[in-house]
Structures are given as C-alpha cells and as structure tokens.
C-alpha cells in the first residue's frame, strides 16, 4: 500500500506503482476502490465524446499530486500489454469520434460538470463519501438492482452501445446531420450525469449544512469553556489570596457570577446596544457597591448620541440609589419602543425629600434631569422619605433614517 | 384563635445537593420538605408517591429538562403545582418551563422569605412573576410579529390593563405596591397576572412557540 494512504482519509494521489502513464486511473481506482481496468476503459471510452477522455486524464494528471515516493514499493510501470491495448482502443474512439462527428462543443459543460463533482468529492470527509457512496448505491440499485462496479460498467456498456449505434444510423442520414450534432449527445450526457451524481448532489447540500450546524456548535463549545475555565480560574485564586477580606470575597464571587451567567444564558447583546451599555453601567456599579441590579429590558435600540446621554443618566441615578438608599437590590426597568424609551429605576431604601436640597442630592436632580432636558428627554423623581425612590427617565426617539 | 394552618408540602428537584440543603434549612420552619429528588425520573416518581402541593422544581436536570417532569406529572396528578426554581434566567428556559405548566419561575438568587411567599402564592393557586419573567412576557407579546388577523385569538394579545400590571411587576413592585399605584385591590391584580400566565402557557404566537422545536447552541 502506498505510505501516502493514511488509515483514516484517503486522499486521491497519482500511484507510482502499477501506472501506466501517470498513475492517474490506478490513483483513482485505490481512492475510489473501483477495478482500475474500469477506469482505464472509462477513459478510453468518454474519448468518444469529442476527446474529452483525453482532456479528463490530462487535468487528473495537473491537478492530482503523485504519491511520496516510498523507497520500499519500487515506482514500476503496469502491464506494458495493457498500455498498448488501451492505446489501440483509444486510437480506434478517436477515430470513431470523428467518424460520426462529435464535436467538442459538449466537451466543456461535460469537463465543468465533473470537475464539479470531483471538487465535491475532495471537500468530503471519510464518512461523508461513505454516506454518499451508499446514497449512490442506493441510486443506482434503484434502477439496476446490481451491485456497484457492475452496475456502472453495465451503464457505460450500455450508453456506449447506444451512442455509437445511433450515430451510425444517423451518419448514413445526410438530412439530419445538424440535428444529431446538437441534441442526441446532450442527451446522453445528460441523462448519465443525471445517473451517477444526482444522488450524490441531494445527499450533499444536506450533509453540508449538517457539517456547518455541527462546527458552529463544536466552535461555540470550544470558545466558551475556555472562557469559563480561564476567568473562573484567575477568580477562584485572586479569592484565595483575599480571602480574609469577606468584602471583597463576595465582589469577586458576584462579579464572575454575573460573567459566567452572562456567557452561559444569555444571547451575546451586540456592542452596540442599549441592552450592552446598560448592562455594562449596572456592572460597573455593582463592581464597586455591595448592592445587586436587577436589570429588566422590554424591546431593544441601536445607541445614538441621545440614548447615549440617557445611559449615562441611567448610571447617575443607579450610583445614587447604590450610594444613598441603604437598599442591597436596585432595578432598572427599560422599555424601547419606536416612540420612545423609558427607563426606571427603583429602590426601596429611606428615600429623600424633594424640597430638602441635601448637598450630595443635588447631584441627582441637576445633573439627571438637566442632562435628560438638553437631548429632548425628561426625567421625573418620585421619592418620599421611608418610602423608596423611582427615577424616570423618558427619551423620545427621533425616527431615524435606518432600520 | 383559628386552627392552624396545614403547612405547605414541598417537594425540592434539583440534582446540586447543596442548594437543596441551603433549601431546606431555609424553608422548614415555615413548610415541610416531604421528598427530594436528583433527576427526572427520580422527581417523577417522588412527586406521583408524595403528592405534594407545590413542587420546587430545577429547569436543568440530569436526564431533561424540568419540563419534562411538568408534562408526565400533569398527565396522572394535574393538581400538583410547580414553581420552577433555577439558577438560569435565560428566556427559552423561563418560557419552555412556564408553557409546561409552571406557575411561577424564580432564581436562585431569592431570598429564603421571599421564597417561601413564593411557594405559599403558587400552592393558593396563583401565580409568582419574577420582574424578569414580566420583562420577557411583555417583550414577547408586544414585540415581534403579530400573530395573522384570521388566527389571532384573545390568547395571542395582552389587554392594556394586563400589559399595565406586568410594567408595574417588570418595574420591581410588588402585587400590593402595584395594586396601590394602580388603585384596584391586590385581588384584581393577582387575577390579571394569573390571566396573563394562561395566555403565556396557551397562546400560539410565534415568539412562544418557536423554543418547542429550537435548542440553543450550547450544550
């Protein structure tokens, strides 16, 4: 067995050994594990429509790399009889060829039409070409009901018969030499096409996007454990380093919960999205402030100047609640509609007295409401003090020029 | 005084043992734990041995998924309750759940008292809408494609006084808070809620329907 053949792909090569011109049918014959003598007479054969064997072998030849040289299997030369008797036969289709007048003006969507499949094939795993093999089989028996070597031989036989018979008949017919030309050889090409790679055409887009489906999730799989193991790992050390530090300890053990949650539950929020920016806001001040928020979004918006000064709004007001409330939970409601977007946000710490203009208070009402104001948005604070507090903000959105 | 209360009987589904202990440490002073189970064949069988009224139940189990255990206990004992109870908050395993018949969905995150107000809610035959779950309803009721005028049915469509509580419930009030802003009784609220779980589990809109047949990408 040549070394070039590894155990579990069979990747096509021309065989040093046993070739008799460039070890292109005898290449084929081991890949595909159809007689080789089957081949040869194959290409022989196809010579008959306007040369095309000929052309078919050559581009086999460029296109198929030789096999290693491996200094145990010497590189000989096949049966020379056999060379000199595919030789004469193919000499003898030329000349039959031009005897009836099969141009080459079928060879190009026939050397299009294999070169595809070939391409098909390459691209194909073990297992695919397996499946394809069988679907092939299947095929085939539906029509024949043989086993697969003699079934093609039989098909071949049978096309090359029938060309070669009408083409005689129709030779000695003056009359309809110009309607031979263009449709009896389509015909046959067509209908032998048809034969051989339909079911493996059918068989293919399936398989493919089977294959994409399956690498996708395999890729995803990948990705995401070595993300996992990645962060959990530096998390779970800088925890023991601090863990005389019950603060930061329980920083850390919320941070990398809210990440691990993020990458296993949720659909990835594109960058660019007020459901990423308000997320990251809520991040950030649960990084710094023992609290959790609880973030709610109903409906989703592409980030414009003006939602981006609503964001930042959104982490004032979040800030103060954390900062001032004394309640450990926040949330923050979003609702985006195409009028608008509303956001509020909520706790239920002491609240605060509107009229009382404590000096770290101020901060919320000016910068919020004046912030909101100057892009057309508003902003409302409902509190009283014991009772919680509610920020709203309001932002119409201006209909955009794109989607 | 009034005779007592018959305490609640729970049953815990959840394959990490130690949630199930946090679990049960929490609770038991105001119910009482009558079984546990890892996996859904496990949970199946306690579940049709205990008859419990409320069963608190993981959405990721060995075996499948919580909905499947919803589904074969609902076929013999259609009165049981369940309260699905999972560290997830993805929307596919919130909605699946919830259309297995699930009358409620928290995360673990919650808080022992309020856990337990939520298993005493779910048993009275109510329902228990976390914020989040309000969110996800909302969004997949007023967003997306509406169903097509000949099929569309009061299940598909949210009345504006429904959609009204669920913003409340999706603002983080809770039922009386909501019933205060919206000066209706607690009553009214809890019925629009439990209305609005009915449409969730019976309705055909596309958004709800399509998590029957797709999985997510990851295992």
Not at chain 1, 94 to 118: C, N
Not at chain 1, 242 to 254: F, G, I
Not at chain 1, 361 to 369: A, F, Q, T, W
């Amino acid at each position: 067995m040549p070394p070039s053949s590894a155990p579990t792909t069979r990747r096509l090569y021309r065989r040093r050994d046993g070739r008799l011109v460039a070890g292109v049918a005898s290449g084929l014959s081991e890949h595909l594990g159809i007689d080789v003598v089957l081949l040869r007479a194959g290409f022989v054969a196809t010579i008959l429509l306007g040369g095309f064997g000929v052309v078919l072998y050559a581009a086999f030849w460029v296109v198929v790399p030789q096999a290693a040289e491996d200094p145990e299997t010497p590189s000989t030369h096949g049966s020379r009889s056999q060379l000199i008797g595919f030789a004469a036969l193919g000499i003898g289709m030329l000349a039959l060829a031009q005897l009836i007048g099969f141009g080459p003006g079928l060879l190009w969507p026939a050397a299009a039409a294999v070169t595809g499949a070939a391409i098909l094939w390459r691209q194909a795993d073990d297992s695919q070409r397996v499946r394809w093999r069988s679907g092939a089989v299947r095929g085939t028996r539906l029509i024949t009901g043989a086993p697969r070597a003699h079934t093609l031989l039989r098909i071949c036989l049978g096309l090359l018969l029938v060309t070669i018979g009408l083409g005689s008949f129709l030779a000695t017919h003056e009359a309809v030499h110009q309607a031979r030309r263009a449709t009896l050889p389509v015909l046959i090409v067509v209908l032998g096409l048809v034969l051989v790679v339909g079911p493996w055409m059918l068989q293919t887009f399936q398989q493919l996007s089977a294959e994409r489906t399956a690498r996708i999730r395999e890729h995803e799989r990948v990705e995401l454990a070595g993300q996992v193991h990645d962060s959990m790992l530096q998390t779970l050390t800088l925890i023991q380093r601090r863990a005389d530090n019950p603060d930061e300890v329980l920083r850390l053990v919320r941070r990398s919960e809210r990440e691990l949650r993020g990458w296993l539950y949720t659909a990835a929020a594109s960058q660019e999205s007020l459901r990423a920016a308000i997320l990251a806001v809520s991040a950030e001040v649960e990084d710094e402030y023992p609290v959790t928020v609880d973030v709610v979004m109903v409906g989703e918006s592409a980030v414009t100047p003006a939602v981006e000064a609503l964001v930042q709004a959104v982490r004032e007001a979040v800030l103060n609640a954390a900062k001032h409330s004394g309640d450990p939970k926040l949330s923050v409601y979003v609702e985006a509609s195409g009028e608008e977007i509303a956001v509020f946000v909520r706790d239920r710490g002491k609240g605060f007295s509107l009229d009382a203009v404590a000096e770290d208070r101020y901060g919320v009402r000016e910068s919020v409401v004046a912030r909101m104001r100057r892009h057309g948005g508003d902003a409302e604070i409902r509190t009283a003090a014991g009772s919680g507090t509610e920020v709203r903000l309001t932002l119409p959105k201006v209909p955009a020029n794109d989607s | 005084m009034t005779s007592p209360q018959p305490r609640t009987r729970v049953v815990l589904v959840d394959d990490h043992s130690l949630v199930r202990a946090g679990v049960r440490a929490e609770l038991s002073s105001r119910l009482d734990i009558v079984g546990e189970a890892e996996d859904v064949s496990d949970a199946i069988t306690c579940i049709l041995r205990t008859t419990p009224d409320v069963v608190l139940l993981d959405v990721h189990l060995p075996g499948g998924t919580g909905d499947v255990v919803i589904r074969a206990v609902h076929a013999t004992a259609p009165e049981t309750r369940f309260l699905a109870l999972s560290v997830s908050d993805a929307e596919d395993d919130v909605i699946r759940v919830i259309r297995a018949g699930a009358r409620g969905y928290v995360t673990k995150t919650i808080g022992g008292d309020e856990l337990a107000d939520a298993i005493d809610r779910v048993s009275a035959g109510d329902a228990v809408f976390s914020p989040r779950l309000a969110g996800f309803v909302l969004d997949a009721f007023t967003g997306g494609t509406p169903p097509e005028p000949e099929r569309e049915s009061d299940l598909d469509v949210l009345t504006p006084r429904e959609r009204e509580v669920l913003r409340m419930i999706a603002r983080g009030y809770t039922y009386r808070e909501t019933a205060a802003e919206l000066f209706v009784s607690i009553k009214t609220v809890e019925t629009h809620v439990s209305s609005v779980l009915r449409k969730l589990q019976l309705s055909n809109r596309r958004e709800l329907t399509r998590w029957a047949s797709e999985r997510r990408l990851l295992p």
